[in-house]
């Protein structure tokens, strides 16, 4: 490991505070009250409960979502017998990786036992606990008696994620990794350095995929593992002992199509690689350091495909792509073990999303790099959100079909949309909306259509039918990289170009434009270059003839730029004085929506009752309620200065305007959220629980305000939302995600239904 990767790790485990993890508690906790439903007396009624039905442990406990992962430090990566106490660092990385990959809580034990007898015994009883068992790191034999013994005392699944969780990633690499060298399973010869829980799991999942047994030869530290040997030999190992002569991993290799290392790092010679056959697959997944480095392995046999166990390689073949889906999938339908069919469908799942297109977010995490199913992408990237939508649907529908699902999950669509908003937390404040846009596909104009991102979400938006996209570019550049990115999007079929320098209806753009700005300086030849070069302009236009129902641009350029030819050409709804904006925060304690982030820099008491009531307009959208704060560093009329009166003008404005919307202020932020508090301090409160939509008294506070909680609140944002506009438009930020503009094109297209 380089030095300087070896002192960010300490530093990353160091600081700020020791290690990865922390309990946090998921209920108040701030008064008496709560003390008594938290604890004596009120938590025996939840023991009352489980007394009567142990099922509903789940409903009162974390128990249903929380997984052991345990270890007696016996063979800790390829560090070897380091023991349970230097183990925790890996299981505490386990148990974030469950988390952030898959929303399973995680509580890791090291257990200072290395006899598998009283081990057992420990585990066994704390099955209480838990939903479920991932045995980490314990060398085999051990390993194997370990889990059969749990296996037969639990009722809970029970994993040791060593030897099914690699078997798993490495099945699906090795499927489409044949796949790629167009060679048969059921043909092929492969060696594999170490004879381990990893090496020998991998190996009875590659039989049940079709692999002959006598096409295998296992190597470990005394050689090759054949008939009649006798020395480091368990019954585990001998059931792949082979009749040869062969002795070393060398003469194992000679013509060999796969080698699986799961062994020690550095063990494979590179000039051994020249015996193997054309084409070899090259698995060197030991970690941290493989068998060989990949860039020795290509010198050598640049034909060979390579995987790593390895973040900064490509085919990262790790248990990490499989342990966080497969234990949600069997928790989700209570599941009583993991068997076979579901590791199966696992494997499967995992090999399909490889050949699936890229998702934008992956690329981002991989450097913008363009991942497409081949030699350097034969599996998805952990970073890949929709592993946890392929995987855990797949374990839990195999669960069910063989029997072992105690809650079977009637409807998998719902099941595979609700691990989708885990996922991805805007979806959850944007499904109505995606609902909405749905119903009716409107046309919507991309002014930046030939820019990757663009295009991605463009094929989004015609996948999931909430909007017919027209993209303004060049077509030769979007053909190109709608196959580069390996798109499935058909310029006239599903989607419209138009290009701006070969544009039919150019005199018409020109005239409309013209007509729109003339009295605002521009003369006639200048309309003409602009409609030809700003593609602001001409979405614009475009909105403005009709030939497109709403618009998005601001992928390149500052948003105050395309906000003016927003204003010049598009123009604002009737009985509208000023265009506004809001940005959505979701966050898990819920979504709020802040105004204004980005136009009004220091809005009147008229201006922030309109804000208001756009801003409360929208929220509905979301299909939320709106509950509006106006914020201030004054309270209920604590101060008496300028921002202070603005901001109780405009309830009193805002107030005539909208009698029946819950808004209340001027108020401190913290009484917004505190409903005791504010009662407290002004009984006659007509904003009732928490507020969702702050109004903010100028743009400093609400652009600040919204990116703090965006970082610090650990925020997903949705925005800016343009609001006011004759027609819709979203003018998003340079660094707008493929997410973030599908979801401003599934707003504008809804929009289009009630105006801008
Ligand atoms: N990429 C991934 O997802 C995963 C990678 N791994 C890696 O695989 C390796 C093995 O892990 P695991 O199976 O759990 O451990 P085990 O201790 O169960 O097995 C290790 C095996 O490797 C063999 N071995 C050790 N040193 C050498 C050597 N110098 N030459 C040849 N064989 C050797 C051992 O031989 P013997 O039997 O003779 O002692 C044993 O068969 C580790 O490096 C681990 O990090 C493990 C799980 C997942
Ligand atoms: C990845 C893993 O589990 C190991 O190397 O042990
Ligand atoms: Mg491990």
């Given at each position: 490991?380089?030095d300087?990767?070896?002192?960010c790790s300490?530093?990353?485990?160091?600081?700020?505070?020791?290690?990865?993890?922390e309990?946090?508690?998921?209920?108040?906790?701030?008064?008496?009250?709560?003390?008594?439903?938290?604890?004596?007396?009120?938590?025996?009624?939840a023991?009352?409960?489980i007394?009567?039905?142990?099922?509903t442990?789940?409903?009162?406990?974390?128990?249903?979502?929380?997984?052991?992962?345990?270890?007696?430090?016996?063979?800790?990566?390829?560090?070897?017998?380091?023991g349970?106490?230097?183990a925790?660092?890996?299981?505490?990385?386990?148990?974030?990786l469950?988390?952030q990959?898959?929303?399973?809580?995680?509580?890791?034990?090291e257990?200072?036992e290395?006899?598998?007898?009283?081990?057992?015994?420990?585990?066994?009883?704390l099955?209480?606990?838990?939903?479920?068992?991932?045995?980490?790191?314990?060398k085999?034999?051990?390993?194997?008696i370990i889990?059969?013994?749990?296996?037969?005392?639990l009722?809970?699944?029970?994993?040791?994620?060593?030897?099914?969780?690699?078997?798993?990633?490495?099945?699906?690499?090795?499927?489409?990794?044949?796949?790629?060298?167009?060679?048969d399973?059921?043909?092929v010869?492969?060696?594999t350095?170490?004879?381990?829980?990893?090496?020998?799991?991998?190996?009875?999942l590659?039989?049940?995929?079709?692999m002959a047994?006598?096409?295998?030869t296992?190597?470990?530290i005394?050689?090759?593992?054949?008939?009649?040997?006798?020395?480091e030999?368990?019954?585990?190992?001998?059931?792949?002992?082979?009749?040869?002569?062969?002795?070393?991993?060398?003469?194992?290799?000679?013509?060999?199509d796969?080698?699986l290392?799961?062994?020690?790092?550095?063990?494979?010679?590179?000039?051994?690689?020249?015996?193997?056959a054309p084409?070899p697959?090259?698995l060197a997944?030991?970690?941290?350091?493989?068998?060989?480095?990949?860039?020795?392995?290509?010198?050598?046999?640049?034909?060979?495909i390579?995987?790593t166990?390895?973040t900064?390689?490509p085919?990262?073949v790790?248990?990490?792509?499989?342990?966080?889906?497969?234990f949600r999938?069997?928790?989700?339908?209570?599941?009583?073990?993991?068997?076979?069919?579901?590791?199966?469908?696992?494997v499967?799942?995992?090999?399909?999303?490889?050949?699936?297109?890229?998702?934008?977010?992956?690329?981002s995490?991989?450097?913008?790099?363009n991942?497409?199913f081949?030699p350097?992408?034969?599996?998805?990237k952990?970073?890949d959100?929709?592993?946890?939508?392929?995987?855990a649907?797949?374990?839990?529908?195999?669960?069910?079909?063989?029997?072992?699902?105690t809650?079977?999950?009637?409807?998998?669509?719902?099941?595979?949309?609700?691990?989708?908003?885990r996922?991805?937390?805007t979806?959850?404040?944007?499904?109505?909306?995606f609902?909405?846009?749905r119903?009716?596909?409107?046309?919507?104009?991309?002014?930046?259509g030939d820019?990757?991102?663009?295009?991605?979400?463009?094929?989004?938006?015609?996948?999931?039918g909430?909007a017919?996209?027209?993209?303004?570019?060049?077509?030769?550049?979007?053909?190109e990289?709608?196959?580069?990115l390996?798109?499935?999007?058909?310029?006239?079929?599903?989607?419209d170009v138009?290009?701006?320098?070969?544009n039919?209806?150019?005199?018409?753009?020109?005239?409309?434009?013209?007509?729109?700005?003339?009295?605002r300086?521009?003369?006639?030849?200048?309309?003409?270059?602009?409609?030809?070069?700003?593609?602001?302009?001409?979405?614009a236009?475009?909105?403005?003839?009709?030939?497109a129902?709403?618009?998005?641009?601001?992928?390149?350029?500052?948003?105050?730029?395309?906000?003016?030819?927003?204003?010049?050409?598009?123009?604002?709804?009737?009985?509208?004085?000023?265009?506004?904006?809001?940005?959505?925060?979701?966050?898990?304690?819920?979504?709020?929506?802040?105004?204004?982030?980005?136009?009004?820099e220091?809005?009147?008491?008229?201006?922030?009752?309109?804000?208001?009531?756009?801003?409360?307009?929208?929220?509905?959208?979301f299909g939320i309620?709106?509950?509006v704060?106006l914020?201030s560093?004054?309270?209920?009329?604590?101060?008496?200065?300028?921002?202070?009166?603005k901001?109780?003008?405009?309830?009193y404005?805002?107030?005539?305007?909208?009698?029946?919307?819950?808004?209340?202020?001027e108020?401190?932020?913290n009484l917004?959220?505190?409903?005791?508090?504010?009662?407290?301090?002004?009984?006659?409160?007509?904003l009732?629980?928490?507020?969702?939509?702050l109004?903010?008294?100028n743009q400093?506070a609400?652009?600040?305000?919204?990116n703090?909680?965006?970082?610090?609140?650990?925020?997903?944002?949705?925005?800016?939302?343009?609001?006011?506009?004759?027609?819709?438009v979203?003018?998003?930020?340079?660094?707008a995600?493929?997410?973030?503009?599908l979801n401003m094109?599934?707003?504008a297209a809804?929009?289009?239904?009630?105006?801008?």
């Amino acid at each position: 490991m380089p030095d300087d990767l070896y002192q960010c790790s300490l530093d990353y485990h160091r600081l700020p505070k020791p290690g990865k993890l922390e309990i946090r508690a998921t209920k108040p906790l701030a008064n008496q009250r709560d003390l008594a439903l938290a604890y004596s007396p009120g938590v025996a009624a939840a023991c009352r409960e489980i007394v009567k039905d142990p099922g509903t442990a789940r409903d009162y406990t974390l128990r249903g979502n929380l997984v052991a992962v345990i270890t007696n430090g016996t063979a800790v990566l390829g560090l070897g017998p380091i023991g349970a106490l230097a183990a925790k660092p890996v299981m505490e990385g386990k148990a974030v990786l469950f988390k952030q990959f898959a929303d399973i809580d995680v509580f890791d034990i090291e257990i200072d036992e290395r006899d598998p007898e009283r081990f057992v015994e420990t585990v066994a009883r704390l099955e209480p606990s838990f939903g479920a068992i991932n045995l980490e790191d314990i060398k085999a034999p051990d390993c194997f008696i370990i889990e059969q013994a749990l296996k037969e005392r639990l009722g809970i699944p029970v994993l040791h994620d060593d030897q099914h969780g690699t078997a798993i990633v490495v099945g699906a690499a090795v499927l489409n990794g044949l796949r790629v060298v167009g060679k048969d399973i059921a043909k092929v010869r492969l060696v594999t350095a170490g004879a381990g829980a990893a090496a020998l799991a991998c190996l009875n999942l590659l039989v049940e995929l079709g692999m002959a047994r006598d096409q295998i030869t296992v190597t470990d530290i005394a050689g090759v593992v054949y008939e009649g040997r006798s020395e480091e030999m368990d019954g585990y190992k001998a059931r792949f002992a082979r009749a040869t002569d062969q002795r070393t991993l060398a003469e194992a290799l000679d013509g060999a199509d796969i080698f699986l290392g799961l062994s020690a790092g550095g063990v494979l010679a590179p000039e051994w690689l020249e015996r193997m056959a054309p084409r070899p697959l090259v698995l060197a997944l030991a970690n941290p350091v493989p068998e060989i480095m990949p860039d020795l392995a290509k010198a050598a046999r640049p034909d060979a495909i390579i995987a790593t166990g390895r973040t900064d390689f490509p085919n990262q073949v790790n248990n990490v792509l499989c342990f966080p889906f497969i234990f949600r999938g069997a928790l989700d339908c209570g599941a009583t073990e993991i068997n076979g069919a579901m590791k199966i469908a696992c494997v499967r799942a995992i090999a399909e999303l490889a050949q699936a297109e890229t998702s934008d977010i992956v690329r981002s995490a991989y450097g913008g790099q363009n991942l497409r199913f081949g030699p350097d992408y034969l599996i998805p990237k952990p970073f890949d959100p929709r592993l946890m939508e392929y995987l855990a649907p797949a374990v839990a529908r195999a669960a069910m079909e063989s029997g072992v699902a105690t809650r079977p999950i009637p409807d998998l669509s719902a099941y595979r949309q609700s691990l989708q908003n885990r996922i991805f937390r805007t979806g959850l404040t944007m499904k109505p909306v995606f609902d909405l846009a749905r119903e009716r596909v409107r046309r919507v104009v991309f002014a930046e259509g030939d820019k990757h991102r663009v295009l991605e979400a463009a094929q989004q938006a015609v996948m999931q039918g909430i909007a017919r996209p027209i993209l303004i570019g060049r077509p030769r550049v979007i053909d190109e990289r709608i196959s580069e990115l390996g798109l499935k999007l058909r310029p006239g079929i599903d989607v419209d170009v138009l290009d701006p320098s070969d544009n039919p209806r150019f005199d018409e753009h020109c005239a409309t434009f013209f007509g729109s700005v003339k009295r605002r300086g521009y003369t006639p030849a200048e309309a003409r270059q602009m409609v030809r070069g700003e593609a602001t302009v001409l979405a614009a236009t475009l909105l403005r003839t009709g030939e497109a129902d709403a618009m998005i641009c601001g992928i390149v350029g500052r948003y105050l730029r395309h906000l003016r030819h927003v204003e010049e050409i598009i123009g604002k709804a009737p009985g509208v004085k000023r265009l506004t904006s809001m940005n959505a925060v979701v966050m898990h304690t819920g979504t709020l929506f802040i105004a204004d982030t980005y136009v009004q820099e220091d809005p009147s008491a008229e201006d922030l009752a309109e804000i208001a009531r756009l801003c409360a307009q929208q929220v509905r959208r979301f299909g939320i309620e709106p509950k509006v704060a106006l914020l201030s560093h004054s309270n209920f009329g604590s101060h008496d200065t300028p921002s202070a009166a603005k901001m109780r003008e405009a309830l009193y404005l805002l107030r005539g305007l909208e009698p029946e919307l819950e808004v209340e202020g001027e108020m401190h932020a913290n009484l917004a959220f505190e409903e005791a508090l504010r009662l407290a301090r002004f009984p006659d409160s007509r904003l009732t629980g928490r507020a969702n939509l702050l109004i903010m008294p100028n743009q400093d506070a609400a652009n600040i305000a919204f990116n703090l909680l965006q970082v610090l609140g650990e925020g997903t944002v949705i925005g800016p939302i343009l609001l006011g506009p004759a027609k819709p438009v979203h003018i998003v930020t340079p660094s707008a995600g493929v997410r973030a503009l599908l979801n401003m094109t599934a707003l504008a297209a809804v929009q289009v239904r009630d105006g801008g």
